[in-house]
């Protein structure tokens, strides 16, 4: 048995301490949170002539299709098109089609949203007007909704629009967009296509938004921040393929896309204004990374280059809270809709940048903080070049330091108290990466499983319970498509159709919701002990949260000694507990969730805590 007596005394949790980390890893982003459902919809970076370059599109019927460099492209941005060639005599119906992100979801009820540039780049002397037909189908050919799209043939680029509304919910995304017409309408012509897009219905109606399903799974969390848009594929391979926040902004026409750092394109569709539009519906705040010089070959900036750098991350920065009346990137972001600046507090200066400690120690840090500092005095500067609380000498001292552990069990379970024996030095903490990434034999996980998701939660108490310097933290990584993966476990698998809630998700959505606003002491514990506890309290709902994790597979007892005696003599509970070894997973989506349960409460409170288990008892005074 556990006696835990808590007192009154204790400190504020920050608002922040709970929140989430993403980059465009794993589909994650295009494919997952940006709601485009055509993959490949305007054959950025891709190699025209390559069979690369068609990746997702199919051509129907005789047409022949492949992508070229349009001879008029577009944009400069998008110099590419689908070249969509039908012979001479043809009579049956030509087209093509696109498979999607691994699949396309056709759900009763929803409206899609569709449009896509064409123009024929030798238009016959009289022009031919005719309609498409857009339709989404199964890949066996049945079609589930449809719609007539008139055009005219044209040398000049024409837009496009459509809508149709799916009247059925098909299980299987084994579906196709597609574009077609009667062969008669356009034979012997060869027309050009681009930025051909199909959006569902998005989070808050958002044009170019965020899938619902993905954001309403975030949303039950109650994350206080979004760290974006990296990681890893912040830094690019070289400098050259960054995440370079200007070609992300504006027009979608006028965005090239980059090579992301996961091996897949990425179309940038999901730019700075998208992330910060949707970060504000969240209710969430950003923790906005900026390119700092360093870059995933190891290569570094040398410091001669940074002005550069320098002046991007500053243009970045106003581009978000910039005045839009009297600077420029400011202006951009008025004209995307957003005329009064968004909220932002916190920038993250690099990724990881303890791979490469000398060339951020020496110049990288300090010429971008001195810059953004003067530049921004408001905001909170985060340094990335420690991976433990130890941190390096850097000059001028950061206040704010992410950092980032993979690890086993036991290292969360042995690790409970690595913030405890931390001085107070002024310096604050964002544990901006951290997860049970193998068991304990060192054997990969495909999936959380319920042993790393408690040893996590056991952790996790050491940030209530040092919130006086732990001003963050965040699971990573985020979200993994469940036919794109680089990376995992992850804490949200997802297929175009599903969400898979892991236990891991689960452990983070209990601190979130019962972080309180106070962290109460109580009798000190020891790391490794199987069982951790924290209690932190909503002073203005006057509601405490006992959080006990058991970390040991046989259960545990821990006896309450309230500082008070509550009035309300029933509380009610939550706990996540499996059997060992248990997975949420595509096959068995539920295998673990969080169930209640009440409980006497008074002025002690006995509770027998599961083996394995995270319970949050909530006694209301
Ligand atoms: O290979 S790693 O460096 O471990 O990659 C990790 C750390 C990096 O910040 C993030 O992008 C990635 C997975 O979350």
């Known amino acids: 048995t556990f006696d835990v007596t808590f007192s009154t005394a204790g400190h504020d949790v920050p608002p922040t301490l709970y929140g989430l980390m993403f980059e465009d890893i794993n589909q994650s982003g295009d494919g997952g949170l940006y709601a485009e459902l055509i993959q490949n919809r305007a054959f950025q970076t891709v190699t025209p002539g390559t069979s690369a370059a068609l990746t997702a599109w199919a051509a129907l019927g005789s047409a022949k299709i492949s992508v070229v460099k349009s001879s008029s492209p577009v944009s400069s941005a998008l110099p590419n098109a689908l070249s969509f060639a039908v012979a001479s005599g043809t009579t049956s119906t030509v087209g093509f089609t696109n498979s999607g992100y691994f699949g396309i979801p056709v759900t009763a009820g929803w409206t899609y949203t569709g449009s896509f540039y064409y123009r024929t780049p030798s238009p016959p002397a009289t022009k031919v007007s005719g309609s498409f037909t857009a339709d989404l189908r199964s890949t066996g050919g049945t079609v589930f909704t449809s719609a007539t799209v008139p055009f005219t043939t044209s040398s000049t680029w024409q837009q496009a629009t459509f809508t149709f509304t799916a009247s059925s919910t098909q299980t299987s995304v084994e579906n196709l967009f597609a574009l077609s017409v009667g062969g008669s309408t356009v034979s012997g012509l060869t027309i050009e296509f681009t930025l051909i897009s199909l959006f569902p219905p998005t989070f808050n109606g958002r044009e170019n938004g ?71 519906d969240m209710g969430m705040e950003p923790i906005m ?51 009064d600046p968004f909220t932002l507090n916190y920038i993250e200066i690099g990724n990881e940048d303890f791979f490469s400690p000398t060339t951020y120690a020496d110049y990288r840090w300090a010429d971008l903080y001195n810059a953004l500092h003067a530049e921004f005095p408001q905001l909170h500067y985060i340094a990335t070049s420690a991976t433990s609380g130890n941190v390096p000498t850097l000059s001028p001292t950061p206040t704010y330091w992410d950092l980032h552990i993979y690890s086993n069990p036991n290292f969360f379970i042995n690790g409970a108290f690595n913030f405890d024996i931390l001085s107070r030095n002024g310096l604050q903490f964002f544990q901006g990466e951290y997860a049970t990434t193998t068991e304990n034999s060192g054997a990969a996980l495909t999936y959380p499983f319920i042993d790393g998701s408690i040893a996590e939660a056991a952790y996790m108490a050491g940030f209530d319970r040092n919130s006086d310097i732990v001003f963050a933290a965040s699971y990573a990584p985020l979200l993994n498509h469940v036919s794109s993966t680089q990376w995992t476990p992850d804490l949200i698998t997802f297929s175009p159709n599903t969400v898979i809630r892991s236990t891991s998700y689960y452990v983070q959505q209990l601190y979130s919701l019962y972080k309180g606003d106070f962290y109460l002491q109580s009798t000190t514990n020891t790391a490794s002990s199987p069982v951790q506890w924290s209690i932190t309290r909503d002073t203005s709902a006057g509601q405490y949260f006992l959080k006990v994790i058991n970390t040991a597979t046989s ?59 995270l319970s949050v008892l909530v006694v209301t005074e």
């Open 289 to 339: 990374a900026v390119y700092a010089g360093y870059s995933l070959n190891g290569a570094s900036v040398a410091s001669s280059g940074m002005q550069t750098y320098i002046t991007e991350a500053i243009n970045q920065i106003n581009f978000v809270i910039g005045d839009a009346s009297t600077n420029a990137q400011a202006a951009i972001r008025a004209s995307m809709g957003h005329a």
């Open 555 to 613: 259960a545990n007892t821990v006896v309450f000694t309230l500082p008070f005696t509550p009035s309300h003599t029933t509380g009610t509970g939550t706990i996540l507990t499996a059997p060992s070894g248990t997975q949420n997973t595509p096959t068995s989506p539920n295998a673990a969730v969080p169930s209640t349960f009440s409980f006497t409460a008074g002025k002690t409170i006995t509770y027998n805590a599961p083996g394995l288990s």
């Open 210 to 280: 965020f899938r619902m399903d993905l954001s309403e799974t975030l949303l039950d969390m109650k994350p206080a921040f979004f760290r974006f848009p990296g990681g890893n594929n912040l830094e690019g391979e070289t400098a050259a393929d960054r995440w370079a926040w200007e070609n992300t902004v504006g027009d979608l026409v006028d965005r090239p896309g980059r090579v992301g750092d996961w091996g897949y394109i990425n179309t940038d569709g999901l730019g700075l204004y998208e992330y910060l539009q949707w970060i504000e």
